[in-house]
T-cell receptor
Framework: GAGVSQTPSNKVTEKGKYVELRCDPISGHTALYWYRQSLGQGPEFLIYFQGTGAADDSGLPNDRFFAVRPEGSVSTLKIQRTERGDSAVYLC??????????????FGEGSRLTVL | AQRVTQPEKLLSVFKGAPVELKCNYSYSGSPELFWYVQYSRQRLQLLLRHISRESIKGFTADLNKGETSFHLKKPFAQEEDSAMYYCALKSRETSGSRLTFGEGTQLTVNP
């Protein structure tokens, strides 16, 4: 595709429900990132994948959050027992290794999650 | 810990006026600094990086290690520069490309 694709673009759920957010990176990009952006804030790092493995998951706020990338391409961010504080825009980004080292990430449009 | 501060949430200037978006950082190691921009209804994208010492769309930014700043400047603002600007920091000591973003500055360039 032309860019990083994220689905759904909007998700409204109830407190306590389970949510999955999907990211389809640019073809050939081995590095994939998830960020969370709360209202009025900058993006906040959650997790970074290099290939299939999570190279850095230190940004995940707690064990309700989990992400996978089983085939090294599409990634899914999973949130269990959602809380109102999880409401945010979840951004996915991808890059090639050389772009990664230069700090150039290609972002998707984000998935806006609202927990009622 | 690393931190990026953008003291102005909103900045408004007139077309043709100079503009400076402030960015300060705190980091004990050797940082790399970036500016990302998000135009209305578009994705967040890289504008420039300090290592390249480049000018993009007339914008420049100089890393001042003494003042721990990386302010973004443009001598003559244009209406199309109106956007949300984020300063970001990356550690040179760690692999990957974990970026720490500031809270952003919404720039409005008035006609």
């Amino acid at each position: 595709g032309a860019g990083v694709s994220q689905t759904p673009s909007n998700k409204v759920t109830e407190k306590g429900k389970y949510v999955e957010l999907r990211c389809d990176p640019i073809s050939g990009h081995t590095a994939l990132y998830w960020y969370r952006q709360s209202l009025g804030q900058g993006p906040e790092f959650l997790i970074y994948f290099q290939g299939t493995g999570a190279a850095d998951d230190s940004g995940l706020p707690n064990d309700r959050f989990f992400a996978v990338r089983p085939e090294g391409s599409v990634s899914t961010l999973k949130i269990q027992r959602t809380e109102r504080g999880d409401s945010a825009v979840y951004l996915c980004a991808s890059s090639l290794i050389r772009q990664r080292e230069k700090g150039e990430l290609f972002f998707g449009e984000g998935s806006r999650l609202t927990v009622l | 810990a690393q931190r990026v501060t953008q003291p102005e949430k909103l900045l408004s200037v007139f077309k043709g006026a100079p503009v400076e978006l402030k960015c300060n950082y705190s980091y004990s190691g050797s940082p790399e600094l970036f500016w990302y921009v998000q135009y209305s209804r578009q994705r967040l994208q890289l504008l420039l990086r300090h290592i390249s010492r480049e000018s993009i769309k007339g914008f420049t930014a100089d890393l001042n290690k003494g003042e721990t700043s990386f302010h973004l400047k443009k001598p003559f603002a244009q209406e199309e520069d109106s956007a949300m600007y984020y300063c970001a920091l990356k550690s040179r000591e760690t692999s990957g490309s974990r970026l720490t973003f500031g809270e952003g500055t919404q720039l409005t360039v008035n006609p």
